[in-house]
């Protein structure tokens, strides 16, 4: 039975010809793999090839015939469900949505179905879409937060006078420093703390912070999730988004 579902695509790799193998993160199926057909050849009435609409973070609704346990899915019809502004010109939104791309990809187990990260992440691309790049610095850190708790690994509490440590094996703030208390600056867990708090990406574009401060929580925070996911590995991009939201 063919199925119509949101997905947006993680990776793209040639395949033959005229083909391509997409990596999509669907609303439905989760992560899947799909092959697209004669998508790089060219089309005798439009003069041109899909492929085009076939970036790296781009939205698509798209018809599938789902079969369960099969590695490579067929796409039967795709179209764009999202016509982007500036992520994938503009160099600072295109940085932060790869940095996002890439995390999914590395900690998002094939066919784990995450409906709602799957939500989450297409309103994270359409506001970051509509956003000043001034306004961008906070927003991996926002996105790394939010994957960890959709996944399950929030952080507990928040930075106090009270509670000034923070745990990273039981990823809550704490009175008094444990064996693994964080080596975060207080700056540090001040901005992770204001992050977490923050109601909107609205909200986290306007809490002020510097790039050495950022570097320092993005940092620890991957090495939180390398630390209590099995999926996660080294991030090819971090060096581009240190350098790139300095």
Not at 28 to 41: A, P
Not at 99 to 123: C, G, M, N, V, W
Not at 181 to 208: C, F, N, P
Request: aromatic residues 8%; contains cysteine; neutral net charge.
């Amino acid at each position: 039975m063919q199925q119509k579902t949101k997905a947006i695509i993680l990776r793209t790799t040639k395949y033959g010809e005229t083909s391509l193998i997409c990596t999509l993160f669907t609303e439905l199926y989760g992560i899947q793999s799909y092959l697209l057909k004669g998508v790089r050849s060219v089309g005798v009435k439009s003069k041109t090839n899909r492929a085009g609409l076939l970036q790296v973070g781009s939205q698509l609704d798209i018809v599938v015939e789902h079969k369960p346990n099969k590695t490579l899915q067929t796409i039967k019809e795709f179209g764009t469900a999202y016509y982007y502004q500036q992520v994938q010109e503009q160099v600072v939104a295109n940085t932060v949505a790869l940095y996002a791309i890439e995390l999914l990809l590395r900690l998002l187990p094939e066919a784990s179905i995450q409906t709602d990260l799957f939500d989450f992440t297409e309103q994270f691309l359409q506001t970051l879409d509509a956003t000043p790049p001034a306004e961008m610095g906070n927003y991996p850190i926002y996105f790394t937060l939010s994957c960890a708790a959709y996944l399950g690994y929030a952080i507990q509490g928040v930075y106090s006078e009270n509670t000034p440590y923070l745990s990273i094996t039981d990823a809550t703030f704490t009175a008094s420093a444990t064996g693994d208390s964080t080596v975060l600056k207080t700056d540090a867990l001040v901005l992770l703390s204001a992050i977490m708090q923050g109601a909107s990406l609205q909200d986290i574009s306007q809490i002020k912070s510097n790039s050495q401060t950022r570097k320092e929580v993005l940092d620890w925070l991957l090495l939180f999730l390398k630390q209590h996911t099995e999926h996660m590995h080294t991030m090819k991009s971090l060096a581009i988004i240190h350098s790139i939201l300095h």
